[in-house]
């Protein structure tokens, strides 16, 4: 855990922030202020679950406690750049993370659920050929507390705007910027704030943490935070991978598949998520589609343990690569189906507002037109909330 800056007299205290404890840590921060675990418990739900960052709201923890907090801690979000509402009211937010950098977090209401998309680098170093965000390059991995404070402000947010203590946020993709599993370890107890019941409670089942296939990470994974695996796969041959997921030449797909099969004896789910954007002429022919169902379902394993997610590709300029046609995804699906695979065609959400799939980043690519934002802000112009549709 961070360690608690004691006061001097000389040095400013650096305050924590507490986003960034799971709640093992806030028990071990609590007993350095020689406070109890069930403390460090209260503290922690009037965060999480009531969305409090005040400790003198914190009506039930002592009153010497409340000072003592607020000499050594803090709860502070992350400052909003700007948000975009869809007319599918799909949201998106842009974060300032300081340094003339921004990470986005896109918010899908559906009829049965409603995901919130967080990211967990600025920038990626993967550099998948589709990928926009992976096109910009890599910036740094992100803090706990700035991975939490996504989901955090998100929640917390829509609650207030729609006046209702409901939950607002049923399920987490780890599927925004970056490579999770390259941060695996500040991805770990922020996944454990959004499991813990005194937190955010959210089964495993229902965070998803979406991997280019960083296999001993994966292996970690299961150890630490099992929860729903997404693999990005998006070929089913080494030199076509190699091509589109760099990440293959280290972990080609034979080794990343048998990765999987020893994730699911932890996974809270039977089966793994197969992530597969369509590209024109690239990976979107029939008979890709037969290889794929050869390499997933070969030596007797069935098509019964993995779902494959087809990703409509959103063209961005950099890249040279097109978006299947309607009638190859269709094809392509169809052979999937008929091979008895659990197959489905991700709806575009968000794209009036460049939220959808791999556009992530957009903005953001622009790092001059984030400071600028950013510069603007400080000198107190109006950073206003853009509403489209
Ligand atoms: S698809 Fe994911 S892993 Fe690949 S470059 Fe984009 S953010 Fe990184």
Known sequence: MEQLNHPTTETAVQK?????????????????????????????????????ADFDAMSDLAK????????????????VLTEQVSRDGTIKWLFDVGGGDAVEAVYIPERDRATLCISSQAGCAIGCRFCSTGHQGFSRNLKTWEIVAQ???????????FESPERKVSNVVMMGMGEPLQNFNQLVPALKTMLDDNA???????????????????????????????????????????????????YPIEELLAACH???EYAPRDFITFEYCMLAGMNDSVEN?????EILSGNGQGT????????????????????????????????????????TVRKTRGDDIDAACGQLAGEVKDRTQAVVRMQKKRNGESVEALRVG
């Open 16 to 52: 924590v922030n507490l986003l960034g404890l799971d709640l093992e840590a806030l028990v071990d921060f609590c007993a350095q202020l020689g406070e109890k675990r069930f403390r460090a418990t209260q503290l922690y739900r009037w965060i999480h679950q009531r969305g409090v």
């Open 64 to 79: 010497s406690l409340r000072t003592k907090l607020k000499e050594c801690a803090e709860v502070v979000a992350l400052p």
């Open 151 to 161: 989901l955090w402000y998100a929640e917390h947010e829509l609650r207030r705007r």
């Open 200 to 250: 955010f409670g959210l089964s495993r089942r229902r965070v998803t943490v979406s991997t280019s296939g960083i296999v001993p990470m994966m292996d970690r994974l299961s150890q630490s935070a099992p929860v729903a695996l997404a693999v990005s796969l998006h070929a089913p041959t080494d030199p076509l991978r190699d091509h589109l997921v760099p990440l293959n030449k280290k």
């Open 262 to 264: 020893r994730y699911l």
């Open 289 to 293: 589609a037969r290889t794929l169902v």
């Open 304 to 343: 019964g343990w993995f779902k494959l997610n087809l990703i409509p590709f959103n063209p961005f300029p950099e890249s040279g690569l097109l978006c299947s046609s309607p009638q190859a995804v269709q094809a392509f699906a169809k052979v999937l189906l008929d091979a008895g695979v659990v197959t």
